[in-house]
C-alpha cells in the first residue's frame, strides 16, 4: 500500500477524537494526504452510518454476539469500499477504532469467543495490519465522567457501567503486548502532553 493506516483506541471519554484532529493537522502541515474515518459508522458510507445508528442505540437491545457481527459487517464494507482503495491511492487514514475495539469491547468486555472474533477480524480487514496503532489508556473513571459531562443522553456501550469498561480497558492492555506497531499512551496526562507524545509516535513514519 501507498498509504499508512493509523488507528486510534481507548475507551468511550479517552480522548480519541481530539488527538485524531490534531494528528490530522500535524499530517497537513506536513503536506501529506490524509483523512479522517471511524469505526462503525465511516463518514463516507451510507451503510455503516446506518450500522452506527443500530449499534448506539440505547432503546435496541443487542447481545455481544449481535454486536460483534454488527462491527464485522461495518468493518468489512469500511475496509473494502474505503480504507484499501484510499491507501492505494497514497493517502494516510487517521481511523477512530479498528479491530481492537471489537478485542476489548465485545470478548473482553462482553466474552464473547476470542478465536472466533479474530478470525472474523482477519476476514473483514483482509488481513491489513496498520502502521501504528495508538492506545489511549486513561482510568475508567475518569472517563465516564467526562462522558456524563459532556453528552445528554449515554450510548448502548455507555450503559454497560464502570465494572465493563474496566473489563475492556484491560483488554487493550493485553492484546497490545501481542500486536505489531501498538503503542499506549497515558491518557491520564494532560491534553498536551498526550497530542505531544501521540504526534511524537506518528512523526517516526514520515
Excluded at 468511550?12 to 500535524?26: A, N, P, W
Excluded at 440505547?58 to 459487517?73: A, H
Excluded at 469491547?105 to 477480524?121: E, F, H, I, T, W
Aim: proline share 3%; charged share 25%; glycine share 6%.
Amino acid at each position: 500500500m501507498k498509504g499508512k493506516l493509523l488507528i486510534f483506541e481507548g475507551i468511550d471519554g479517552s480522548g480519541k477524537t481530539t488527538l485524531i484532529k490534531k494528528v490530522h493537522e500535524f499530517l497537513q502541515k506536513k503536506g501529506i494526504k490524509c483523512l479522517i474515518t471511524k469505526e462503525p459508522g465511516s463518514p463516507y458510507l451510507n451503510l455503516c452510518k446506518e450500522i452506527r445508528t443500530i449499534l448506539l442505540d440505547s432503546s435496541i437491545n443487542k447481545s455481544p454476539l449481535i454486536e460483534l457481527n454488527l462491527f464485522i459487517t461495518d468493518r468489512y464494507v469500511h475496509y473494502s469500499k474505503f480504507i484499501i482503495p484510499m491507501l492505494s491511492k497514497g493517502y494516510w487514514i487517521l481511523c477512530d477504532r479498528g479491530p481492537l475495539s471489537t478485542i476489548a469491547y465485545q470478548c473482553y468486555g462482553g466474552n464473547v469467543n476470542l478465536n472466533l472474533a479474530r478470525k472474523l477480524n482477519e476476514e473483514a480487514t483482509f488481513n491489513l495490519t496498520p502502521n501504528l496503532t495508538l492506545i489511549l489508556d486513561v482510568d475508567p473513571k475518569v472517563a465516564m465522567d467526562r462522558i456524563s459531562n459532556s453528552r445528554s443522553k449515554k450510548t448502548w456501550f455507555e450503559l454497560k457501567g464502570l465494572s465493563f469498561f474496566k473489563r475492556v480497558k484491560e483488554g487493550y492492555l493485553v492484546e497490545c503486548k501481542r500486536m505489531k506497531n501498538c503503542y499506549i499512551l497515558d491518557a491520564n496526562k494532560s491534553l498536551q502532553e498526550v497530542i505531544d507524545d501521540g504526534v511524537k509516535l506518528v512523526e517516526k513514519l514520515i
